[in-house]
């Protein structure tokens, strides 16, 4: 499997400028967190930090991801995004504020199985999101579909082969060419094999970051 930068990826299909600059996520993301605080006034930033990512540490995306999904996000200028596998909100967040920094009027479309998903978002990037829980992805995405599509696919939900084919088999159809697919636990051989296998006519890659799980990447040609 082919590893390319977030700059090759963001250079050779989302056509950024040269000046293009990278934002940090993180701090977008964080110092909305910090302003919901209570004790906000009192508690740097970057203990607040240390304190979600303590409560958050398991099963959320690696700091290199949080940024790679931000970028790409708003490097597409999507205004729909989906997501399987919402879990505390914390990918889902990064993606809302990546909307949020394009100014249109774009969402996060964000399914999870678990009915109480999605807690950890920022109150104020709620109305970038639509959250949509307590059944499998694979029963509530056709319905979402019906109004709309996305241009950005954050899989995050199953990790076994054929959960993330039944996933791929759902939304890759309505999918135009340019649109890309995201794959968190891409280091999961039964989650490339099912990229490849669905993915007939996508260039698929893992993007190169420090995340140990890897996140994954097929654009649609
Ligand atoms: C690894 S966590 C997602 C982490 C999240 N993307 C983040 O970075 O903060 C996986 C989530 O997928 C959800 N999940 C598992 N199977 C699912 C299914 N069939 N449909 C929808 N959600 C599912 C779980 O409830 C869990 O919250």
Same mark, same amino acid.
């Given at each position: 499997?082919?590893? #390319?930068?977030?700059?090759?990826?963001?250079?050779?299909? %989302?056509?950024?400028?040269? &000046?293009?600059?990278?934002l940090s996520a993180i701090d977008a993301v964080d110092v909305?967190?910090? =302003?919901?605080?209570?004790?906000?006034? +009192? #508690?740097?930033?970057?203990?607040i930090r240390n304190?979600?990512? @303590?409560? /958050? =540490?398991?099963?959320?995306?690696?700091?290199?991801? /949080?940024? $790679?999904?931000?970028? #790409?996000? =708003? $490097?597409?200028?999507? &205004? %729909?995004?989906?997501e399987t596998g919402t879990y505390w909100g914390y990918?889902?967040?990064?993606?809302? /504020?990546?909307?949020?920094?394009?100014g249109n009027s774009g969402k996060v479309y964000t399914f999870d199985l678990y009915s109480h998903a999605g807690k950890y978002i920022p109150k104020n990037l709620r109305? =970038?999101?639509?959250l949509h829980r307590g059944q499998p992805s694979t029963e509530m995405m056709p319905k979402v579909l019906e109004k709309v599509v996305p241009d950005l696919f954050f899989q995050d939900s199953l990790h076994d082969y054929e959960g993330v084919k039944s996933e791929l088999e759902i939304v $890759?159809?309505?999918?135009?060419? @340019? /649109? #890309?697919?995201? +794959?968190?636990? +891409?280091?999961?051989?039964?989650?490339?094999r099912a990229a490849i296998d669905v993915l007939q006519n996508y260039a698929i890659y893992v993007i190169d970051t420090q995340d140990p799980q890897?996140? @994954?990447?097929?654009?649609?040609?």
């Open positions: 499997m082919e590893v #390319i930068s977030l700059h090759h990826l963001l250079k050779t299909h %989302c056509h950024i400028p040269d &000046d293009f600059t990278y909305i967190r910090q =302003r919901e605080y209570w004790l906000r006034q +009192f #508690i740097p930033l970057k203990v304190i979600i990512r @303590g409560l /958050a =540490r398991s099963n959320t995306v690696h700091p290199d991801t /949080a940024q $790679a999904l931000y970028n #790409i996000c =708003r $490097a597409i200028k999507t &205004d %729909c995004v989906f990918s889902t967040a990064y993606l809302a /504020a990546a909307l949020e920094d394009i109305s =970038r999101v639509e $890759a159809p309505y999918l135009k060419p @340019g /649109a #890309i697919i995201l +794959f968190h636990d +891409f280091v999961e051989p039964n989650v490339q890897q996140l @994954g990447c097929a654009v649609k040609i």
